[in-house]
């Protein structure tokens, strides 16, 4: 294929490759290096309405986005959230379903194009609102967003997962500062999920239960609601990094019904309030772990979904990239109290 | 343990811990929470004179560090590197070797005491000096050091694999300024290690060669010397990311002789410099990937080391936590074409 070899930058197609050596699919996706910030350093400082005026996240700014895929409540100007088309998105949907990987010309690497679905999800229509100033009641509808999504998406048999992610704050990764989440929609399973797939197969394998089921919650428990209960896991990645777990077996997020949408709402948005008090509005990302799309049914009987929340308190470096081993300064069981004990007005 | 489940933080020794979900070592380290960063926001403009009073690590301030391992050249006060302990460090060096891993008592998860060894190359007496500033001499004397105390270390059975890694900047998440390097043994194979060698050996299985050997360079090469060359790797995981392999099959860094140090520091000036005049002097990290310490015969069949030297350009957000896959705007080969192309005065 010509375009791997050459032509510029712009007028390429994006691609996915791989290497024998570290055998992890990365995106090559030159759209991105056009995408904006609207966190450069320097900038003069600028009023919230001149801010209102140049978001396109903003009412009144669909113009500046890229085309809508759906909005909430349909077909209203007074849309309380709306999914729309990445403007600068990371795989291509305008591409022919991906033949298989071939090999490259290196021989050592393979490559697939850059088929796949990007989104955004405008979770409010005021610039100022953040996820955790919602109602439980309006959560829940960035859920069920997500949800109507993906339900979309996995009648496209090429598409084999999809990521649910929130970037918030320049430190976590944001460009845009209006409150959005994104979602990736891939033509592979991506290495991390492989390997918890691997892992939660090879306990059921070994004990006939779902590890997430059989988390024992001990001092590590921050809250409980209906459905859910929340947790600093036992081997934390990351300093104050949460989960939010479905308490009865759940392979799929997207089997979420309307009901436990208010309920799983209310508990996000008291764990993002504990975050916030607690550690100062910290930069943070939060991301939906959940089964392939087209999973069988034993897959089913191992995996088991939740949501993860890094605040983003220290810096991946040297050590991490090169080793995949994280030091984390801060015990779990030490957060989890933390946690529990700050009051929420 | 009582450890585990309880006391402050302040009194407790690290520990590993992994869960059945991500089955990846995770470090705790309480002592890590007091390190002091030198990046802190806000703080008042200080002299260069102020700056070197201050640098635990400037000539004349070696009573501010940890204890000293060795210095080049040894016992003399007018030192050109100093190898230090790391004051926070990660691991302890003061418990007994580590007893094999134990289930946690949640079940789910497993745990280690935090055995190891954390340390600090100073690379140069003086503050204002960069890596980049050395002559290949002196880059190789940095080399030398860091293998000398592989040889050290590998005398002690618990150890399985030592890190030799850099961090330059605050966003590529240096805590100090002055040019210094750092290395960290282990009393495990950590899981990108692991899943490396896993993938090169699949390789080896499939075609009876190393896949590093068989790396065609074509247009990814940037520049060669006597004994390595540089690339920008096939799959980059990250944008402007630089390989530099030993031409010849080598398992282990640590087999590396004086001669060829020199030519390595010679190219790596030079990779550095290019990186720096062409992207303004980034934040970056490097990391020495190699084969861990006691390998058997047919593991050095198909491992082999090399340098990979990453300028942080972009930002690790929720979609990369969340799938460990990475996307970079910039291909490979035109990575390279640029880096060939910086003429370095
Ligand atoms: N007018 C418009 N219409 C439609 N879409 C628009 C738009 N203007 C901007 N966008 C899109 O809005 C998105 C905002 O996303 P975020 O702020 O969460 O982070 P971003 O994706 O930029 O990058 C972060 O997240 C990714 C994924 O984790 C990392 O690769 C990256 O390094 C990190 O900075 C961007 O993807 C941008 O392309
Ligand atoms: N007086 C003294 N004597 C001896 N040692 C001293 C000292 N004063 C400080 N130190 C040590 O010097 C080291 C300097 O290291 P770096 O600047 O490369 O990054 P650091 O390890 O802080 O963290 C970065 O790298 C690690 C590992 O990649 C990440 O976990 C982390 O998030 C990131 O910020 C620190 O580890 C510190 O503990």
Known sequence: MAATTSGSAGNRIPELRKDAISNRWVIFSPARAKRPSEFKSNSPAVSDQQLHQRCPFCIGNEHQCAPEIFRFPPDNPDWT???????????????????????????????LDGFGFHDVIIETPVHSVQLLDLSPHDVAQVFLAHIKRIHQLATNDSIKYVQVFKNHGASAGASMTHSHSQMIALPVIPPNVSARLGNMKDYF?????????????????????????????????????????????????????????????????????????????????????????????????????????????????????????????????????????????
């Not at 591409?95 to 393979?110: D, F, H, K």
């Open 81 to 111: 959230l709306r999914l729309i088309q990445n403007l600068y998105p990371a795989l291509s949907r305008d591409l022919p379903s991906p033949a298989p990987a071939r090999l490259a010309n290196n021989l050592t690497g393979s490559v």
């Open 205 to 345: 394998e070994k004990t006939g239960k779902c590890c997430i089921c059989e988390i024992q919650q001990e001092d590590l428990l921050i809250d409980t609601s209906d459905n859910f209960f929340s947790l600093v896991p036992y081997a934390a990645t990351f300093p104050f990094e949460i989960w939010i777990v479905p308490r009865h077996h759940s392979a799929h997020f997207h089997e979420l019904d309307a009901e436990k949408a208010i309920d799983l709402g209310r508990l996000l948005k008291l764990m993002l309030r504990k975050m916030s008090l607690q550690l100062n509005n910290p930069p943070f990302n939060y991301m939906i772990h959940t089964s392939p799309l087209h999973s069988n049914a034993s897959e089913l009987a191992y995996t088991h979904w939740f949501i993860q929340i890094v605040p983003q308190l220290t810096l991946t470096a040297g050590f991490e990239i090169a080793t995949g081993c994280h030091i984390n300064p801060v015990f779990p069981e030490d957060a989890a109290k933390v946690l529990r004990e700050v009051n929420v007005p």
